[in-house]
């Protein structure tokens, strides 16, 4: 059996790191929602930034189905894995246009991956922030 099979996080980790994971999860459902809704900011956002209009719905439901994924423990890692990858595009598609948000998406990215760290305990060795 291995080491960290049993290991379970503290009451406080756990709590921290479901707390920070809802920041993320409900920028990314207000995200959804509005690209489900299409209000005229989003539909001037991705003129801004260069997408056509048609892909308001599709990208507004990646981005919850990203969510969904990190929300539920079982596929935690890969909703991680996915969130990861939409705020990369979005972090890109700011840099490319020189906006100075860029930065908004890579903060979302950190508390995505700090909010799953403390949560899931199974994950801390594949990132020792600690000497033995």
């Known amino acids: 059996m291995e080491p960290t099979a ?21 920028m990314m459902f207000l995200g959804g929602i509005m690209s489900l809704v ?10 801004k930034f260069g997408y056509p209009e048609q892909l308001i719905l599709v990208l507004g439901i990646v981005e919850m189905c990203c969510a969904i994924l990190y929300v539920i423990p079982r596929t935690s890692v890969i909703g991680a894995i996915l969130m990861t990858g939409y705020l990369g595009g979005a972090t890109a598609t700011h840099v490319r ?14 508390l995505v991956w700090l909010g799953l760290l403390l949560r899931e305990p199974r994950l801390r060795p594949l990132l020792p922030l600690r000497s033995p």
Do not use: Q, T, Y
Request: no cysteine.
């Open 6 to 26: 049993n290991l379970s996080p503290s009451r406080k980790a756990l709590w921290a790191g479901r707390i920070i994971s809802a920041l993320p999860v409900l």
């Open 38 to 47: 299409k209000p005229p900011n989003v539909i001037d956002g991705m003129h």
């Open 97 to 110: 246009l020189e906006d100075p948000a860029f930065i908004a998406p890579i903060i979302v990215g950190i």
